[in-house]
């Protein structure tokens, strides 16, 4: 499978595997200093701007990261189950959350101390290479995505788009997708009606099927050239 040219709604990394670098002491400890939320899908996780007392472990469930601004907000990525939220608070003076995350559908989270997280990555060493290595892969996919929105056509970010929750957010050419047309608007920086247009495009050109809530992707090769020339 080629993935080249989807870089642009999630990243591929699993950030819950940095924990097991720690030693059984270091996960007591992390276990010690967490607690675990649930929230409703439309609920905020962490808003944009407010103290970040904790880094927060998305269990399961799907969200996004946004920044907030007038009249649209901008879409940072989506994360499915196993991504750390707020890990660029670690490095940024006052703690503060540098985008906000609400749920696209009910979650489940673990609320882990802040300054936990600093020490680990202060005493392990092979625990702070992984985060850096997060959040690189998080700016390099950042990088993508305004490339998508900025440098290609409407067709080429819903291919984008579509190809990368098959590819990264539910791997499978078949999936149930529990976003509305708006939120795929907000996705790809288009209209409600465009989304519906460029669905109704990719049905008639057998590109994908669409049954309810269900999306199968029918010719992943074509939409991937969709998405390359943009």
Do not use: W
């Not at 649930?38 to 927060?56: F, L, P, R, T, V």
């Not at 946004?66 to 707020?86: A, F, R």
């Not at 996919?141 to 984008?160: E, P, T, W």
Request: glycine letters at 6%; hydrophobic letters at 40%; charged letters at 20%.
């Amino acid at each position: 499978m080629n993935t080249k040219h989807i870089n642009t709604c999630s990243s591929l990394v699993n950030d819950n595997s940095c924990f097991n670098l720690l030693s059984p002491e270091e996960l007591a400890l992390v276990e010690g200093n967490q607690v675990i939320l649930n929230y409703n899908k439309g609920e905020i996780i962490c808003k944009q701007g407010s103290q970040a007392s904790h880094i927060i472990l998305l269990q399961k469930g799907l969200v996004k990261a946004y920044l907030e601004g007038t009249p649209k907000n901008l879409v940072l990525t989506i994360m499915p189950s196993g991504q750390l939220i707020g890990l660029p608070s670690i490095f940024e003076g006052n703690n503060t959350f540098l985008y906000s995350v609400s749920c696209y559908v009910d979650s489940t989270v673990k609320m882990i101390n802040i300054d936990v997280i600093t020490h680990l990555i202060s005493q392990n060493s092979g625990f702070a290479a992984r985060i850096i290595n997060i959040l690189n892969e998080g700016t390099a996919q950042n990088y993508g995505r305004f490339f998508s929105l900025v440098q290609k056509q409407l067709h080429g970010r819903m291919a984008d788009i579509l190809l990368c929750l098959s590819q990264r957010i539910f791997k499978s050419i078949s999936f149930n997708l529990p976003l509305s047309r708006t939120d795929l608007g907000e996705l790809t920086s288009m209209s409600t009606e465009s989304v519906i247009r460029i669905f109704k495009d990719f049905k008639e050109n057998k590109l994908i099927a669409v049954n309810g809530k269900t999306i199968e992707i029918l010719d992943e090769e074509k939409l991937e050239m969709i998405s390359e020339k943009g």
